[in-house]
């Protein structure tokens, strides 16, 4: 027994090169797949990442694109490699190729390589480890079946299997030096990682901005004092501002996401005693003199397989979690208008504290509900504050997608203010409208309905109508003048990849907030102000955008004499 164990071991030590040679034969191929033009490897690695909300593996972004043979397909009988006799099986290995002869020797005389079921081998794709590993030991049971039998090996294989050795052992060292190299740099990174579990995102915007026109003036202005049309100056200077973000979104589970979002900005809001509109505010704008501050924090975590649970904590908006059906909501790469966006119903609830569900109802739907405090007020326990005394909105929205090409989302907002705290068209539309009952507490009533379709890849139509019944809830001198509708809507035109890659063209027309009914102490103009807009977004790298558009605001305020105001602004944008 022990004569012959001795004699296993030394004739495994004698043909382990043909292991080393296969092994080497093997990581060959693979890289001469890397090296083929435009192989089955380089088409899936073309294929883009899906993002993931934890994204914290270095391997992940690699691992979703490679499209390589499973361990379920392993298993499946269906997808058995099949072990052949001859090289003249393997369909698509012809006489021509590099290793032909390598391929015949280990599949004639030793039955090492095996094929696929359709009768290829597949030379020229990426060799994943479960594949090696089954290759190799189908080589391991011809060697020890060598071992057990009487044949041995005869003297021209032995030196065959020596010739090999000695041809490899450059390259086999090669490899050892970059797989050590490899795990020094894995062990660096795992040492100077940002986080295990956190994901840092930034983005930063530079804006040259300025408006011409005077300033709106008159009944539901800013200027009311001022008759309609009497301004005759400009009173805005260009400006260049900044806006700061840095998001931290943490992962626990890998299904489910904290986000932390810090904030620092100086662009001013066109508006006020400036341009004597909201109508005119840009929509990334907002200034706390570049200070840090924190913004959105929120917590999305599964329930169940189909209901998301959202813990906001401060100055959440809808839109963090929900879809607005709009191409051009994002404040960073889309409309330069804060009208533009998005269906001001959906504003109602902005900066807020709450919890919010995301239910999916099959393939095709999507319902979300929530309940939203704004923050300032949620964390306030004095009177007319809290989670149910200050100013919140539930909300309910709907959104059916049947087909990539089409979406349509149905929206249902309960709002409530206290007295002076009154805002139901989201700062986009002028005091009427904002607030229709002079700051006494308010409740609405919103309805609104998006719509987004798709006629090519390179054209989207898109758009909104909302409706507020608002109803006043404090002292007035009429209870039966105690009701205001107030209605809004738009048109959104969307050309991506225009004129190249990433790039978007953008069209606005629409009706900010108005006041239709409202006989409470006359806030209610005849008037009707238009809003166009146009702006073109060029991808200048991966990372970097610049935005030039501008768009006009006619009959400002709802008064016929109020001058035309157009807004102009160059708005770069930095993401990383």
């Known amino acids: 027994m022990n004569e012959m164990n001795s004699k296993t071991i030394s004739f495994l030590l004698r043909v382990s090169p043909v292991l080393v040679g296969m092994t080497s034969l093997i990581w060959g191929t693979a890289a001469i797949a890397q090296e083929a033009p435009q192989t089955l490897a380089e088409k899936q690695a073309e294929v883009p990442a899906v993002e993931t909300t934890k994204g914290l593996d270095v391997t992940a972004e690699s691992e979703k694109v490679a499209q390589f043979t499973s361990v379920?397909?392993?298993?499946?009988?269906?997808?058995?490699?099949?072990?052949?006799?001859?090289?003249?099986?393997?369909?698509?290995?012809?006489?021509?190729?590099?290793?032909?002869?390598?391929?015949?020797?280990?599949?004639e005389r030793y039955g090492c390589i095996a094929g696929y079921p359709d009768g290829t081998y597949r030379g020229n794709r990426a060799l994943t480890r479960y594949e090696f590993a089954a290759g190799l030991n189908a080589c391991l049971d011809q060697v020890l079946a060598l071992v057990g039998g009487d044949e041995g090996i005869d003297?021209?294989?032995?030196?065959?299997?020596r010739r090999l050795q000695e041809e490899f052992a450059a390259e086999l060292a090669t490899l050892r030096g970059r797989v050590?190299?490899?795990?020094?740099?894995?062990a660096e990174l795992e040492a100077n990682q940002f986080s295990t579990t956190t994901k840092l995102k930034g983005e930063v915007i530079f804006a040259l901005a300025d408006t011409w026109g005077a300033p709106a003036s008159g009944e539901g202005s800013a200027i009311p004092g001022i008759p309609a049309g009497?301004?005759?100056?400009?009173?805005?200077?260009?400006?260049f501002a900044d806006r700061v973000r840095l998001t931290l979104d943490t992962s626990f589970t890998g299904k489910d996401r904290l986000r932390t979002r810090l904030q620092a900005r100086n662009i001013t809001s066109f508006r006020g005693g400036l341009t004597g509109t909201n109508m005119t505010r840009l929509g990334f704008?907002?200034?706390?003199?570049?200070?840090?501050?924190?913004?959105?924090?929120?917590?999305?975590?599964p329930a169940t397989d189909n209901v998301d649970v959202i813990l906001a904590g401060n100055s959440v908006e809808p839109r963090d979690f929900i879809d607005v059906v709009s191409p051009i909501a994002s404040s960073g790469s889309g409309s330069i208008s804060r009208f533009g966006r998005l269906n001001p119903v959906l504003r109602?609830?902005?900066?807020?504290?709450?919890?919010?569900?995301?239910?999916?109802?099959?393939d095709s739907a999507t319902l979300n509900l929530a309940y939203l405090a704004e923050s300032e007020f949620a964390s306030n326990p004095a009177e007319k504050n809290g989670l149910f005394n200050g100013q919140h909105a539930a909300?309910?929205?709907?959104?059916?997608?049947?087909?990539?090409?089409?979406?349509?989302?149905?929206?249902?907002?309960?709002?409530?203010?206290?007295?002076?705290?009154?805002?139901?068209?989201?700062?986009?539309?002028?005091?009427?409208?904002?607030?229709?009952?002079?700051?006494?507490?308010?409740?609405?009533?919103?309805?609104?309905?998006?719509?987004?379709?798709?006629v090519s890849d390179k054209f989207q139509v898109g758009g909104w109508y909302g409706v507020t019944f608002a109803n006043a809830q404090g002292d007035i001198i009429d209870d039966n003048n105690d009701s205001a509708t107030i209605m809004n809507g738009a048109l959104q035109l969307a050309f991506p990849d225009l004129g190249g890659d990433g790039n978007l063209l953008g069209i606005v027309a629409g009706i900010p907030p108005k006041a239709t009914r409202n006989e409470f102490s006359g806030r209610r103009v005849g008037d009707t102000s238009y809003h166009l807009e146009g702006f073109y977004r060029i991808q200048v790298s991966d990372n970097i955008s610049v935005t030039p558009g501008a768009?006009?605001?006619?009959?400002?305020?709802?008064?016929?004499?109020?001058?035309t105001i157009v807004v102009g602004t160059i708005r770069t944008t930095f993401k990383f």
């Open 230 to 239: 009497d301004t005759n100056d400009d009173n805005t200077q260009t400006i």
């Open 155 to 161: 003297p021209e294989s032995l030196a065959t299997i």
């Open 551 to 563: 768009f006009a605001v006619f009959r400002p305020a709802y008064q016929e004499d109020n001058d």
């Open 395 to 454: 909300l309910a929205n709907l959104v059916f997608e049947p087909s990539d090409a089409f979406k349509l989302g149905l929206s249902y907002v309960r709002y409530y203010a206290p007295g002076g705290e009154v805002n139901l068209s989201g700062s986009t539309g002028d005091a009427y409208a904002s607030d229709p009952f002079d700051g006494v507490a308010t409740t609405g009533n919103s309805l609104g309905a998006q719509v987004l379709f798709g």
């Open 72 to 107: 379920s397909e392993l298993a499946d009988p269906t997808t058995e490699l099949s072990q052949v006799t001859s090289v003249s099986q393997l369909s698509d290995v012809q006489p021509t190729d590099w290793a032909f002869q390598a391929l015949q020797s280990l599949v």
């Open 348 to 362: 109602q609830g902005d900066d807020s504290s709450g919890l919010g569900l995301n239910i999916g109802l099959g």
């Open 285 to 301: 704008d907002g200034n706390n003199g570049n200070n840090v501050e924190l913004d959105d924090l929120y917590y999305k975590f």
């Open 180 to 186: 050590d190299a490899l795990e020094a740099r894995t």
